[in-house]
T-cell receptor, first 110, second 112 residues
Framework: TQLLEQSPQFLSIQEGENLTVYCNSS?????LQWYRQEPGEGPVLLVT?????EVKKLKRLTFQFGDARKDSSLHITAAQPGDTGLYLC??????????FGTGTSLTVIP | DAGITQSPRYKITETGRQVTLMCHQT?????MFWYRQDLGHGLRLIYY???????DKGEVPDGYVVSRSKTENFPLTLESATRSQTSVYFC???????????FGDGTRLSIL
């Protein structure tokens, strides 16, 4: 059962462009996390959001948790080649069992 | 700061064989997890453990066995490997609920 759908699945953009990745579900989550994964490595946590409507910023990355806590978005401003990677969202209701989305593979072309 | 390590990094085996993937963490985190990552499916939870001697099934546990006799180790065993179990396997640890999960670098397992 795939509870979290991410879109787009693949994204290739030029350096300096902006982009948004979406994470949608029909289920409500008490918390949602975003991870970035590089080839040959495990995912690394970027942010955790827990409150409906919450917005968190991490340098050029802006994360938003939907008001109903069913969806989330990740916006990257002025993308850099170093942003290239697989972005994964993960939702939880227990705090220790997470359901991961299918992932968005981002390539930023110099 | 060793963190969390998985071994082996790569493994090729044949159908029907038993294979064990190892996971070791140095933080004394309570929770440990095993995921598999497949194209189009993202990461799916196989088993998790809240503490030594406590394990529970995740989303896709069939064909897998885990144990946790010590806090720092959480081995995953495929008792009779099948081709559908070809995947990249990730182990993760978590200090307590709602804390970040820390992932190992994965084991790429191919079953011929």
């Amino acid at each position: 059962t795939q509870l979290l759908e991410q879109s787009p699945q693949f994204l290739s953009i030029q350096e300096g462009e902006n982009l948004t990745v979406y994470c949608n579900s029909s289920s409500v989550f008490s918390s949602l996390q975003w991870y970035r994964q590089e080839p040959g490595e495990g995912p690394v946590l970027l942010v955790t959001v827990v409150t409906g409507g919450e917005v968190k910023k991490l340098k050029r990355l802006t994360f938003q948790f939907g008001d109903a806590r069913k969806d989330s978005s990740l916006h990257i401003t002025a993308a850099q080649p170093g942003d290239t990677g697989l972005y994964l969202c993960a939702g939880s209701n227990t705090g220790n069992q997470f359901y991961f989305g299918t992932g968005t593979s981002l390539t930023v072309i110099p | 700061d060793a963190g969390i390590t998985q071994s082996p990094r790569y493994k090729i085996t044949e159908t029907g064989r038993q294979v064990t993937l190892m996971c070791h963490q140095t933080w004394s985190h309570s929770y440990m997890f095993w995921y598999r990552q497949d194209l189009g499916h993202g990461l799916r939870l196989i088993y998790y453990s809240a503490a030594a001697d406590i394990t529970d099934k995740g989303e896709v546990p069939d064909g897998y066995v885990v144990s946790r006799s010590k806090t720092e180790n959480f081995p995953l065993t495929l008792e009779s490997a099948t081709r559908s179990q070809t995947s990249v396997y990730f182990c993760a640890s978590q200090r307590t609920g709602n804390q970040p999960q820390h992932f190992g670098d994965g084991t790429r397992l191919s079953i011929l």
